[in-house]
């Protein structure tokens, strides 16, 4: 019983994410299981964990990074700019963008001690403004990226394969090199690490900087399958959905564990919970109010562990 009980207090996720996946499969077999709803899971998975790939990196060292939605609204824009020019090679603003924006974001974050929280959102907050006014207020499509969106196994979109080496790197990095340790290091204890002589701003400023870059890789991705139009809206469910993915997955928001691996959990089963509601035709209002309570206990459980504890 007890060796049982372990095993699933460590690969609890893991375990959540075949039981959810059971119990929507033999209440709904037939629609749950089917090929557009496995097909929308899919673009759902990936939809939050390419979003949360590159924040898990700063969650990992104990902050906060909500900048990847501004990413992806000021980086389409810019894209749909630079199209007429380059054609879909202009798609590499988004790394190009996200690595600027990373520095700026770090840079700031460490030097004027602004908790990352409220510098991410507002950075989000500015390039939303700023997609608003040079697109003049409209989505902005572009055009000869569709090629991403296509499916080369029946109901599975090739961005399900793009989206590996992405994914990979990001666990590479952060399980397999020094950079990746330090980072642990910093989340787990800021100052015995810095007393160890880990420069622990510069590998702070980094630590924002791979997020932007792993995010602007993952919009390569994301932008043609999310309709490849500029978004101009800013909406709370793209901030929100993908930080509750980090933490379903199990990397706390205090810093120190987790990592990449988890967010792909976290995402599984939040992709899971949300199309699984979505069979069973209850009221709209109804779905939306228990995932905003499944968000809710995430982010209680995320940070259940926070008293006395500052995010910077």
């Known amino acids: 019983m007890k060796p049982a009980l372990a095993f699933v207090q460590k ?8 039981t959810l996946f059971l119990i929507f499969a033999l209440a709904y077999p037939e629609r749950f299981l089917s090929g557009p709803n496995i097909s929308a899971m899919l673009r759902q998975f990936l939809r939050l964990s390419l979003f949360a790939i590159g924040p898990t990196i700063v969650v990992v060292v104990g902050s906060i990074d909500l900048s990847f939605v501004g990413l992806w609204m000021l980086g389409g824009v810019l894209v749909w700019y630079a199209a007429p020019l380059f054609g879909p090679a202009a798609i590499v603003v988004y790394p190009l963008l996200g690595v600027l924006l990373g520095f700026l974001v770090g840079f700031l974050q460490v030097k004027a001690r602004i908790p990352s929280f409220i510098l991410t959102l507002s950075t989000t907050i500015v390039c939303w403004g700023l997609t608003a006014w040079l697109s003049g207020g409209y989505p902005r499509r572009v055009r000869g990226l569709e090629f991403i969106t296509t499916s080369v196994i029946p109901y599975v979109p090739a961005a399900v394969f793009l989206a590996v080496p992405v994914i990979f790197g990001a666990v590479y990095i952060m399980h397999w090199t020094r950079v990746g340790t330090y980072f642990y290091a910093i989340g787990s204890n800021e ?3 810095t007393l160890s002589g880990i420069n622990t701003e510069r590998y702070r400023v980094l630590a924002f900087v791979l997020s932007g870059l ?6 390569i991705i994301l ?7 500029a978004p101009v809206e ?8 993908p930080l509750v993915a980090i933490v379903l997955g199990g990397t706390p928001l205090i810093g120190g564990s987790g990592g990449p691996e988890r967010t792909l959990l976290g995402a599984l ?3 899971i919970i949300q199309r699984g509601l979505s069979l069973t035709f209850w009221q709209p209002e109804l779905i939306q ?3 905003g309570v499944v968000m809710l206990g995430a982010i209680f459980v995320g940070t259940r562990r926070l008293r006395g504890v500052v995010i910077t």
Do not use: D, M, Q, Y
Not at 11 to 18: E, G, K, P
Not at 214 to 219: A, K, M, N, P
């Open 214 to 219: 792993f995010t602007g890789l993952s919009l």
């Open 191 to 193: 100052e015995g690490a």
């Open 223 to 229: 932008f043609p399958l999310l309709g490849g139009a």
């Open 289 to 291: 109010l228990i995932l």
């Open 234 to 241: 800013l909406k709370l469910g793209n901030l929100v959905e």
């Open 269 to 271: 089963i939040f992709s």
């Open 11 to 18: 690969r609890f996720s893991l375990v959540l994410v075949i």
